[in-house]
């Protein structure tokens, strides 16, 4: 084994005809291919956003879960903390706006942004609304969009059911008395 520049470990094969180096791949609790084609995955839809579960924690040994979210215009979810994930968001369209804690960052296409556990946030899209990629870290809290949407589908997302709603999967919101999810 030799090492690229970058640092990463590369394989090299003598002199049998087969092609040069290749990058090592690193090992993971799940295994490498197709986890779920798009046909499979649970989709989800909220007053504010449509979305799907790309990888849920079943996929990732409970690693992590990832989801893909379209936000409508100048909405997004309530402030909230989670106890116990790390939340990453990837911007693929749109501009948004960011509350962790204090900060208050704008974004765009390409930017990436890391909120860590315990950390009161919330995001908004902006007047042409969004779509962002979230990962959860552990998995767990995809499970809320599943619940939130079959509430939702039976008109009862109100303020009684989103308190047991956020307990459940071990979230807090910042202001439990108000909602912008309905």
Do not use: N
């Not at 946030?121 to 619940?147: D, I, K, N, V, Y």
């Amino acid at each position: 084994m030799s090492e690229t520049s970058a640092g990463s470990a590369v394989s090299t094969t003598a002199s049998t005809g087969s092609p040069g180096p290749t990058t090592a791949l690193p090992r993971t609790p799940f295994p490498w291919g197709l986890l779920r084609p798009s046909a499979e995955r649970a989709r989800f839809r909220l007053p504010f956003l449509d979305g799907s579960v790309l990888l849920a924690g079943q996929d990732t040994g409970d690693a992590f879960a990832l989801l893909e979210m379209r936000l409508a215009p100048d909405r997004g979810p309530d402030p909230h903390i989670h106890r116990e994930e790390d939340e990453f968001f990837h911007v693929v369209e749109g501009a948004y706006r960011f509350r962790i804690g204090d900060t208050i960052l704008d974004c765009g296409p390409g930017d990436v942004v890391k909120v860590e556990r315990g950390v009161p946030h919330q995001l908004t899209a902006g007047p042409a609304g969004g779509r962002h990629l979230t990962m959860f870290t552990p998995a767990g809290p995809e499970g809320w969009f599943l619940e939130a949407d079959s509430l939702a589908r039976r008109g009862a997302l109100d303020l009684a059911a989103l308190g047991p709603l956020f307990e459940r999967y071990g979230m807090t919101r910042v202001d439990p008395t108000s909602t912008r999810m309905t």
